[in-house]
């Protein structure tokens, strides 16, 4: 006898949906005005909905299924360490936990030597934070505008969304500022490079007029995901480890979106040559497969938590089935070259093909990224660039883009005015073609719709 069907059972869809509508309270929504889409069934670049209709996830879920769906080594894992050891309190060593651990600090860059495990990408941020404020002794905490770093208390007052406004009681000691995006220059640059300097010249002067001796920490995104996908210019990273040193601030950045794998490396500050003091991440360390996010912390700091108790923790920190799911997501990723070949996709199939797509398209305003982390701004007008739906809104054209993706077969993540493409890493030539010729419709359905 199976306990756990293996199978879809269409006939239960209907049922899934109602007791949903009746009983399931959903993330950041309006709830009377969902129409959430069931899905039955997953595997590797695809997802089946209620109908049976087979869509191309180019969503990654919420850009964190990097190794793809049920991936049969991670599942394994998963099966095989709950069959060992379902569950262990935080205060006790486990070999999964020690394991991943390990692995994790291996990719991170330089000094960052331990990690503090979490549930997910937001705790991740909060207790990164904390930590910067009991090494600083200071308050405060810059982050940029046009960010998410997550939906708990510090972390939505750090992001620099509208989601923040109504959770923001100007308590929270966070101060934001303008990060560089050259497309929409808050600088009025017309280069990458002139971005850069003026980018870093006016979060010195933000520094220094909130009073270093204040600053605890600067935390950014390595690149900004859910807002945008802003590759940040080369050398503004640096820039910012630069100015953190100058003051003695405590750089934190967030690798939750951008980590394993998402951009072509297993992280992207350190293929800038830059290493925090804390690295946050979640989503693709183990693929969401079970949640789990952490710390990774540097010498310095682990240091000052050395013969002083760490004020903070979490009944599942290092839980061993998310673990185990992280030994076996890196491993494989590791093994199979998952991260080449997000990069190699990236180099090959979505710039060369995203760049000849804009050019075709005038409702593109522009395209950008790296590996399989790309971003389409979807415009009414690309003499004044004007977004076809306000920052942190929707419109009539973004609906009508959504709803042809998934007419035509392909799962976006659309954010504003935006089309985020953003397969897994595993993700084939053939399938990041199939989805690209599915983008390339729904741009001419675009285009009409903003002639
Ligand atoms: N930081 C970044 C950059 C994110 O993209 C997210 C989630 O999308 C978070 C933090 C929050 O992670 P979680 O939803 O796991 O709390």
Known sequence: MTLIPTEPDLSGVARTYELDRKHVFHSWSAQA????????????????????????????QLVNTNIGHQHPYVVEAIAAQARTLATVAPQHAN???????????????????KVFFTNGGADANEHAVRMARLTTGRPKVLSRYRSYHGGTETAINLTGDPRRWANDKGDA????????????????????????????????????????????????????????????????????????????????????????GRTGSWFFCAEEGVEPDLLTFAKGVNSGYVPLGGVVISDRIAQEFAHRPYPGGLTYSGHPLACAAAVAAITVM?????????????????????????????SVGEVRGRGVFWAV???????????????????????????????????????SNRLHLVPPCIVTEAEAREGLGIVEKVLSRVDELVK
Not at 201 to 226: D, F, N, R, S
Not at 334 to 362: K, Q, S, T, Y
Not at 383 to 404: D, F, I, K, L, Y
């Open 33 to 60: 005005e969902l129409n959430p889409m069931v899905i039955t069934r997953a595997e590797g670049s695809y997802v089946w909905d209620g109908q049976g209709n087979r869509l191309l996830d180019f969503s990654s």
């Open 95 to 113: 070999d999964q936990r020690s394991e991943a651990a390990r692995l994790i600090t291996e990719r991170a860059p330089g000094e960052l030597n």
């Open 173 to 260: 000691g966070v101060v934001h500022f303008f990060g560089p995006y050259l497309y929409r220059s808050h600088f009025h640059a017309t280069t990458e490079a002139e971005e850069c300097a003026r980018a870093l010249a006016h979060l010195e002067q933000v520094i220094q007029l909130e009073g270093p001796q204040t600053i605890a920490a600067v935390l950014l995104e390595a690149i900004p995901g859910t807002a945008g996908i802003m590759i940040p210019p080369p050398g503004y990273l640096r820039g910012v480890r630069e100015l953190c040193d100058r003051y003695g601030i405590v750089f934190i950045v967030d690798e939750v979106m951008t980590g394993f």
């Open 334 to 362: 590791e093994r199979d070259g998952i991260v080449e070949n997000a990069r190699r996709i990236g180099e090959e199939v979505f710039a060369p093909e995203l760049a000849a797509l804009a050019a075709r398209h005038p």
């Open 377 to 415: 701004e979807l415009v009414a007008d690309r003499e004044t660039r004007e977004p076809v739906a306000p920052t942190g809104g929707t419109s009539q054209v973004m609906a009508a883009a959504v709803g042809a993706c998934k007419e035509l077969g392909l799962l976006p993540f659309a954010n």
